[in-house]
């Protein structure tokens, strides 16, 4: 059942037989990451190589609930929606400590991808084919009545090639209703959408009614921000960035961009949520700019070749073209051996840094 707020606790959530995880099979290795409510872990489980999430269990009684059902929400989430550029979802145990386990993703994030490349601009294909890849997961988190409410470069990471991106983080996800009204100021300041202020201070917990075009907003942001490799509103506060945002209708310049290219930004932060695109028509949208800037190629003779077999093309632009400029940015994949080497058991782990 639900709590008064509408969320799961975890002492109420049951999780499918099948996405448990035996915490005695789970090792932890180096820290790659953490935030206000966990910590994320390179580690093992099964011989699988693994993104371990703990989640601070908090200090009052009431912070506690809200991180249990924030794990529950997210649980729940990952374990019903799967898509091919949303972070595999491979288990979770709420008990010695509340952990989600997802597959690793070598590449890491993509605001650390883009710091590495500034001042350089990535190249116009690869910005598009990471804005589809970004765009198709928020297609597929829509068309399941979720929101995710927490679109960003930290919440998005990348393959080991660099060549696709997947969407992550699904702790501030929740199902869109109608007639529900859901907490405001939720999110990040700096991508968060405007219609989630109101014109005085909102109190802390007040509620307020909004719809998944709020995502498509912090999309604008980050596309904005992978075709200028900056980070948007330049000299701004993260409090400063939304207040403007929300107020004064501020939004960072597209006039050095194609008209095309321009239009589809400006329409995807829209102030007025209705007139927003949903993710369906961003992909048309992308995919009709994409073919204009970069045409198939034409047809080798036939004559050419020895063999029958077809080569097709990547569903999204890859980033192998930026290789040679990246190389020695990005750490390498630690070996098997030394994996092995650094691992430590959970209930270890747990003494240790949690």
């Known amino acids: 059942m639900e709590s008064g707020n509408g969320f799961h606790s975890a002492d109420e959530f049951v999780l499918d037989s099948k996405w448990l995880i035996d915490p005695n099979q789970l090792f932890v ?8 409510h966990a910590k994320v872990y390179e580690g093992k489980y099964k011989n699988q190589n693994v993104a371990i999430k703990v989640v601070h269990k908090g200090e009052t009684q009431e912070d506690i609930a809200k991180r249990q059902a924030r794990f529950a929400r997210e649980v729940e989430m990952l374990s019903r929606v799967q898509h091919k550029n949303l972070v595999k979802f491979i288990g979770a145990c709420k008990d010695p400590l509340m952990v989600v386990v997802t597959e690793l993703m070598l590449g890491g994030t993509l605001r650390k991808y883009l710091l590495n490349m500034r001042p350089r601009c990535l190249e116009r294909h690869v910005v598009l084919g ?3 890849d970004i765009a198709r997961s928020m297609e597929c988190l829509h068309s399941h009545g979720i929101i995710h409410r927490d679109l960003k470069p930290d919440n998005l990471l990348l393959t080991a090639d660099y060549k696709t991106v997947k969407l992550a983080d699904f702790g501030l996800a929740r199902e869109e209703s109608l007639t529900e009204m859901m907490t405001a100021e939720t999110g990040t300041y700096r991508w968060m959408a405007p219609e989630l202020y109101s014109t005085v201070t909102l109190r802390q917990g007040e509620k307020k009614h909004y719809n998944h075009k709020v995502d498509v907003y912090s999309f604008a942001i980050v596309l904005w921000e992978l075709l200028h490799s900056k980070q948007p509103f330049g000299g701004m ?4 960035a939304a207040y403007a945002a929300a107020f004064k209708n501020a939004r960072p310049s ?31 949208m992308l995919l009709h700019y994409l073919s204009a800037v ?8 036939p004559r050419l070749f020895t063999t029958e077999n077809t080569i097709l093309p990547p ?13 020695g940015t990005v750490g390498t994949q630690r070996s098997e051996m030394e994996m092995e080497n650094k691992s430590r058991s959970f209930f270890f782990c747990f003494r240790k840094c949690c």
Request: glycine share 6%; proline share 13%; aromatic share 4%.
């Open 315 to 327: 569903e999204s632009p890859g980033t192998s073209s930026l290789m040679a400029v990246c190389d």
């Open 254 to 284: 597209a006039e050095d961009l194609p008209k095309d290219l321009a239009m589809i930004l400006t329409s995807c932060w829209s102030e007025d949520p209705n007139a927003r695109p949903n993710f369906t028509q961003i992909i048309q």
């Open 294 to 301: 970069a045409p198939p190629e034409p047809a080798i003779p």
């Open 130 to 132: 990471f804005a589809l």
């Open 29 to 36: 290795g180096p820290k790659i990451g953490e935030g206000a």
């Open 237 to 240: 506060s993260n409090l400063q």
